[in-house]
């Protein structure tokens, strides 16, 4: 069973019109991740919550913003997603302390019109 | 973090072993070496992941030098569904881990 889902799988959105991509996960783990992936090219961090606390990546734009309301919840918004916004949007999680994996979701795919 | 080098693709037969190597000569001494890889259109999937001694798993086993400056994955067995981009990372252990991911290699398994 998944661990890590995201919703929606493809989401189509027009130039400007904000958007919000979801992750629910079940394995209780307080590290949450957003990832965004272009086209053949390697996914790149935008930001990550340790618990309730929210850590941006410096080169992260204002554009995307993030909300976790609770453990199994995390939220990614874009504000006013502009064609250079088009990617895979990709949700990890990790539990504190452990040297080991993240675990992925399957992603969400963002098209902007 | 210590950077990555990774040939870009490698091809291998299947039911071969697929060796994918990685090099981290710059790697620090409480650095992890993580493997993950990426099937088409779907998330990255943790492999196996070592500090200094070699690691084996049910999918993978990773040799790393004793100098720790070069890793390889092996695939003992590989299939055609292990056609995947596989990342080398190498990162320092702490709370939070945040993968640093490179450009990787495009393996793919040939019938």
């Known amino acids: 069973d998944a661990m890590v889902i995201q919703n929606p799988r493809y989401q189509v959105t027009q130039f400007g019109k904000p958007v919000t991509l979801s992750c629910s996960q079940t394995?209780?783990?307080?590290?949450m991740y957003w990832y965004q992936q272009k086209s053949s090219q390697a996914p790149k961090l935008l930001f990550h919550?340790?618990?309730?606390?929210?850590?941006n990546e410096a080169d992260t734009p204002d554009n995307f913003q993030s909300r976790r309301p609770n453990t199994s919840f995390c939220f990614l918004d874009i504000r006013s997603p502009g064609l250079g916004d088009a990617a895979m949007y990709l949700c990890?999680?990790?539990?504190?302390?452990?040297?080991?994996?993240?675990?992925f979701g399957e992603g969400s795919r963002l098209t902007v019109l | 973090d210590a950077k990555t080098t990774q040939p870009p693709s490698m091809d291998c037969a299947e039911g071969r072993a697929a060796n994918l190597p990685c090099n981290h000569s710059?790697?620090?001494?409480?650095?992890?070496v993580y493997w993950y890889r990426q099937i088409h259109s779907q998330g990255p999937q943790y492999i196996i992941h070592?500090?200094?001694n070699n690691e084996t798993n049910e999918m993978a086993s990773l040799i790393i030098t004793e100098d720790r400056k070069s890793s390889t994955l092996i695939l003992p067995h590989a299939t055609l569904r292990d056609t995947a981009v596989y990342y080398c990372?190498?990162?320092?252990?702490?709370?939070?881990?945040?993968?640093?991911f490179g450009s990787g290699t495009q393996l793919t398994v040939l019938p």
């Open positions: 990372i190498v990162t320092p252990p702490g709370s939070a881990r945040q993968l640093t």
């Open positions: 070592g500090l200094k």
């Open positions: 394995l209780n783990h307080n590290v």
């Open positions: 990890a999680t990790s539990r504190a302390g452990v040297a080991g994996e993240l675990f």
């Open positions: 710059t790697i620090s001494g409480n650095e992890y």
């Open positions: 919550y340790y618990d309730k606390d929210f850590n």
